[in-house]
Nanobody, 126 residues
Framework: VQLQASGGGLVQAGDSLTLSCTTSGRTSSVFAMAWFRQAPGKEREFVAAISWTGSNTIYADSVRGRFTISRDDIKKTTNLQMNSLKPEDTAVYYC????????????????????WGQGTQVTVSS
């Protein structure tokens, strides 16, 4: 499985932005997809996850109600719709795939994911 993230950019506080993660290769092995982010000087943190079927989603408290994760089987993308962006959302955003079953609680952890895409920068100005 290969992942390609796109859609980052520079926006103002309150704006919206949509990130996309295009998957290719042997996607039949994927159990779940997720977005993480890493701000300068900080550890990479969980943002949102979605099961491969799209039936289950999980969000970090900091983004719940503002961000929406979804999957598009036709375009083979996992998308992150980000609304009401804040300066503290500024980070490099990474998409990731888990290729084996994981307990829902473990999907918030980096170790659950074994395939990572390159990051895409999101900068929110105040």
């Amino acid at each position: 499985v290969q992942l390609q993230a796109s859609g980052g950019g520079l926006v103002q506080a309150g704006d919206s932005l949509t990130l996309s993660c295009t998957t290719s290769g042997r996607t039949s092995s994927v159990f779940a997809m997720a977005w993480f982010r890493q701000a300068p000087g900080k550890e990479r943190e969980f943002v949102a996850a979605i099961s491969w079927t799209g039936s289950n989603t999980i969000y970090a408290d900091s983004v719940r109600g503002r961000f929406t994760i979804s999957r598009d089987d036709i375009k083979k993308t996992t998308n992150l719709q980000m609304n009401s962006l804040k300066p503290e959302d500024t980070a490099v955003y990474y998409c990731a795939a888990a290729r084996s079953y994981q307990l829902p609680s473990l999907l918030l952890q980096l170790a659950a994911y074994d395939v990572w895409g390159q990051g895409t920068q999101v900068t929110v100005s105040s």
